[in-house]
Structures are given as C-alpha cells and as structure tokens.
T-cell receptor, first 111, second 117 residues
Framework: DAKTTQPTSMDCAEGRAANLPCNHS???????VYWYRQIHSQGPQYIIH???NNETNEMASLIITEDRKSSTLILPHATLRDTAVYYC????????????FGQGTELSVKP | GAVVSQHPSRVICKSGTSVKIECRSL??????MFWYRQFPKQSLMLMAT?????????EQGVEKDKFLINHASLTLSTLTVTSAHPEDSSFYIC?????????????FGEGSRLTVL
C-alpha cells in the first residue's frame, strides 16, 4: 500500500472549515483514499473514502486532485468535538485490504 | 453504521499471566478482522489479520506464539496475550469489515487497554 504524508498538527477555529491535506504521490490506480479519525483513547472512526471523484457525506467532504497524488479532507464547520488525530490511508479495495496507519494530523479545534 | 465491540475495555494483570481480549461484530458477519496495538503518543500498528476458520497472518516482527489469535466464528475473534510482561502494556484495537460490504470501510472497536504490573 502507498505511503501518505500529512502535517503533524493543525489548529482550526470553531465554526470555521478545517482543511486537512494529504500527499499520496505513489498511489496506484486501484488504491482508494480513506480517512479515519481517532479521538483520544477511542477506536478510530471512519469518515469518508474515495477513488478519484470528490465525495461528500454528512461528516465531511473529500477532494482528490485530478492526478490523485494528493487529497484534502474538509470539515465544513469544525466543532470542539472534532478535535482528534486524522489519518489519511490508501489501500486496495477488497476483503483482505489492510489499513496501514501513518502518523496522522492532530487537529485542535479552538474556541 | 456497523458496530464492533471489544471486551474487556480495561484489564490489569500480573506479569506472567495470560489475558484474552474479545472482538465481536454485533450486527454483521466478518470473515476478516484485524488486530492493532497502539502505544501512547503513537499511531496504530497492525499486528495481524484474523481469518475465520484459518490461521491468522502476522505482520513482520509480531510473535505469533506470544499473541494468539482465534477467529472461531464470523462474529468473534480473540487475541490472547500469553505470559504478559510490562512491555506488553498497550491499547489493543480490533477492526472488522462486513463480508459482503460494497462500501469497503473497516469498523473499529472501542479498544482494550491492557496494563501489566
């Protein structure tokens, strides 16, 4: 599975959009981009995933560049409860596809 | 969304004893489950892939005789830490993917915090 690069930490003001970048320059054509987050001392929570089209759900939007070498997770109106470590992961789709976690971005939402 | 439950959420044991952690998929069947370990201030590290009805596949550097994995049914996988030592103290997390899911996401348990005295 391809590696990803994310900033170590980011701050965001409450109510503003949080834009979390991720580089995955070695991604293969059959690898999806997944985003998870982990709030302190809890298991990771699925946020969103995509292959090449932009995706949106009730939690966030995922913007993938045309060359698929990078993506951005957007939390449109960040709240204090969005403070967490956000992980960007690329993996092959399928029942055996493993999730290999990198270091992630520690997002702090401040009042 | 699908629910994955782990038990116990916290366990304290004496050095040299064995501890079993259960991972259950509550509302779906999971042919494959994954076990992770997380030390403080670090990311999740994949330990092994648990396959229903067959042997687990361990990641490089993970001792299979130390961390016994059993996936006896489509809804239950267990991780047994044998002869636990203080360095095995960690946060253990399991995840599962619905066997016939078309969406692909893995669902994670709440984690089990092991403290070995």
């Amino acid at each position: 599975d391809a590696k990803t690069t994310q900033p170590t930490s980011m701050d965001c003001a409450e109510g503003r959009a949080a834009n979390l970048p991720c580089n995955h320059s070695t991604i293969s054509g059959n690898e999806y981009v997944y985003w998870y987050r982990q709030i302190h001392s809890q298991g990771p929570q699925y946020i969103i995933h995509g292959l090449k089209n932009n995706e949106t759900n009730e939690m966030a939007s995922l913007i993938i560049t045309e060359d698929r070498k990078s993506s951005t997770l957007i939390l449109p109106h960040a709240t204090l409860r969005d403070t967490a470590v956000y992980y960007c992961i690329v993996r092959v789709e399928g029942p055996g596809g493993k999730l290999i976690f990198g270091q992630g971005t520690e997002l702090s939402v401040k009042p | 969304g699908a629910v994955v439950s782990q038990h116990p959420s916290r366990v304290i044991c004496k050095s040299g004893t064995s501890v079993k952690i259960e991972c259950r998929s509550l509302d779906f069947q999971a042919t494959t489950m994954f076990w992770y370990r997380q030390f403080p201030k670090q990311s999740l590290m994949l330990m092994a892939t648990s396959n229903e009805g067959s042997k687990a596949t361990y990641e490089q550097g993970v001792e299979k005789d130390k961390f016994l994995i059993n996936h006896a049914s489509l809804t239950l996988s267990t991780l047994t830490v044998t002869s636990a030592h203080p360095e095995d103290s960690s946060f253990y997390i399991c995840s599962a993917r619905e066997t016939h899911s078309g969406t692909g996401e893995l669902f994670f348990g709440e984690g089990s915090r092991l403290t070995v005295l």
